[in-house]
């Protein structure tokens, strides 16, 4: 069955630099996008970025340009997201998922998610 | 960015009640939509995408509809599991923007 299986809780200082692991299984990592999806405490999704793991091209919310990067391991089947600068409003829990355009819809969505990672900024 | 505006932002509901969210795009995205389901604690559930097909293993239940602008996600005979919250996404260009989200409580 697919799964998506995320690196675990991290607390970061203001500042620093986190990296999450989204290791993939259950179909074959290189044909569907990885999205990247937060989640501040309370609040709402925002959607990140996407990431095609063939390739390693990526498309991304402007907000996030110049302090995000996405990279992957295409042997072990794993995505990873980096995000720099860190600052408390960055202080949420950070999903992958599994992206793809509907078949004969055109649609772009995501069907399967990881347990979610959370990352705590915090002096 | 394309913004996506939902309502209600939170509903009290019965179990066996018929009840529907809105979702509202700033542009025409065709039936590019997405409905998720989120339950305290959990990662987001795929429900329908296309505007209105259901997603493999999700109770027919649920229902989707729209195009262009304006999307309705009905749920015929609410059950106790479908207390949640539910987003829609648009899929139609990046940055994919999710709406704020429904709160569906029970009443």
């Known amino acids: 069955q697919v799964q998506l299986v995320q690196s675990g809780a991290e607390v970061k200082k203001p500042g620093a630099s986190v990296k999450v692991s989204c290791k993939a299984s259950?179909?074959?990592?290189?044909?569907?996008?990885i999205n990247w999806v937060r989640q501040a405490t309370g609040q709402g999704l925002e959607w990140m970025a996407w990431?095609?793991?063939?390739?390693?091209?990526?498309g991304f919310a402007q907000k996030f340009q110049g302090r995000v990067t996405f990279t992957r391991n295409t042997s072990i089947s794993t995505a990873y997201m980096e995000l720099t600068s860190l600052r408390s409003e960055d202080t949420a829990v950070y999903y992958c998922?599994?992206?793809?355009?509907?078949?004969?819809?055109?649609?772009?969505?995501?069907?399967?998610w990881g347990q979610g990672t959370l990352v705590t900024v915090s002096s | 960015d394309i913004q996506m505006t939902q309502s209600p932002p939170s509903l009290s509901a019965s179990v066996g009640d018929r009840v529907t969210i809105t979702c509202r795009a700033s542009?025409?995205?065709?039936?590019?939509l997405n409905w998720y389901q989120q339950k305290p604690g959990k990662a987001p559930n795929l429900l329908i995408y296309?505007?209105?097909t259901l997603q493999s293993g999700v109770p027919s239940r649920f229902s989707g509809s729209g195009s262009g602008t304006d999307f309705t996600l009905t749920i015929s005979s609410l059950q106790p599991e479908d207390f949640a919250t539910y987003y829609c996404?648009?899929?139609?260009?990046?940055?994919?923007?999710f709406g704020q989200g429904t709160k569906l409580e029970i009443k």
């Open positions: 990431m095609n793991p063939n390739r390693g091209n990526t």
């Open positions: 296309s505007a209105s």
């Open positions: 259950g179909y074959t990592f290189t044909i569907y996008d």
């Open positions: 998922a599994r992206g793809l355009v509907g078949r004969g819809s055109g649609t772009y969505f995501a069907d399967y």
């Open positions: 996404q648009q899929g139609y260009n990046t940055p994919y923007t």
């Open positions: 542009q025409r995205i065709r039936s590019y």
